[in-house]
């Protein structure tokens, strides 16, 4: 089955989601929205079969299978809200800006019986599958303690540096921990004048005396995407800015000094590709098991008490 697909939103971020759409076998582009007439003279070049439109209240939803939003944050609740009535809704990371909002989403989207998916690209990069599988399986005993580098991105005048960067921090934490923290204490500020803060200090304690540090900044001449996982018998570091060995394992025998490095194989494919073909088959098969159960809900309190 073909599923027809709307894409809200040809700046920044939607090229990169329409390309990876029109690389799966399950989707067909057959609308695409924007205000602006430079990014759809952009998409008809694209996607010179497509239908476009300035004015998204001009779709009918009845016509696609899946709207894919692509838009400015502040813009989030109010399109999903739209949509969410009659057709299912992929939409870009936060998902809205506010606790209440996304309740009232997850609430419709149930009502309704319509999936809502959220782009948190990482949570399906073949890095951190396999670190989920190391955490469940107990391979380097208990883990100990997280650090989270994530820097340089650019700056946006809806949404601060926590709701840029750190939703990619809290959603992996979320997927891997499958829980929230207990304790969070941050700190975030302005080291150049912007309208929201651009950098971030957060400090996090999960069950288990489970430790973890993160600093988001987009303030950076170097792009940084940098997680260490400290196990009791091994300490594993993931770097997505790594073309093919984007996870390292260090372990070393008790007594000793110098460390062994293991390169294990892992998915390389594009996590965004990979969320795409996640919501084809959700969609096919009527289940949506990585965000049915509170997972926008439970990083979205996590992002607010930030």
Not at 75 to 103: G, R, S, W
Request: net charge positive; charged share 30%.
């Amino acid at each position: 089955m073909t599923l027809k697909v709307a894409i809200i939103g040809y700046g920044y971020w939607g090229p990169k989601l329409a390309r990876n759409i029109q690389n799966s076998n399950n989707f067909d582009i057959k609308f695409i929205i924007d205000t602006s007439i430079n990014n759809l003279n952009k998409a008809k070049k694209n996607f010179p079969l497509c239908q476009f439109y300035k004015d998204y209240r001009k779709l009918n939803s009845k016509k696609v299978d899946l709207v894919v939003i692509s838009t400015p944050t502040k813009t989030h609740f109010k399109m999903a809200n739209h949509f969410l009535n009659k057709t299912n809704v992929l939409i870009e990371k936060p998902l809205a800006l506010k606790l209440n909002d996304v309740v009232k989403l997850e609430k419709l989207s149930l009502r309704k019986k319509k999936k809502l998916f959220v782009d948190y690209p990482f949570i399906f990069s073949g890095s951190i599958k396999y670190l989920k599988d190391i955490i469940n399986q107990k391979k380097y005993g208990k883990l100990l303690e997280i650090e989270s580098f994530r820097e340089q991105a650019p700056i946006r005048n809806d949404a601060d540096v926590v709701w840029d960067l750190g939703v990619h921090d809290i959603s992996i934490l979320r997927y891997l921990l499958n829980t929230n923290p207990k304790k969070i204490k941050s700190v975030k500020y302005n080291t150049i004048k912007t309208k929201k803060k651009d950098t971030a200090y957060i400090n996090l304690e999960y069950k288990n005396n489970l430790k973890v540090f993160i600093k988001n900044s987009w303030i950076s001449p170097l792009k940084i995407r940098l997680i260490k996982f400290k196990f009791q018998k091994a300490i594993i570091i993931c770097d997505e800015n790594e073309p093919i060995y984007k996870l390292k394992v260090f372990t070393k025998k008790k007594l000793s000094s110098i460390y062994k490095l293991d390169l294990p194989e892992i998915d390389l494919s594009e996590p965004l590709f990979n969320l795409i073909n996640y919501v084809s088959k959700s969609i096919e098969t009527n289940k949506n098991k990585i965000f049915e159960k509170k997972f926008n809900i439970d990083v979205t309190k996590v992002l607010e008490r930030i």
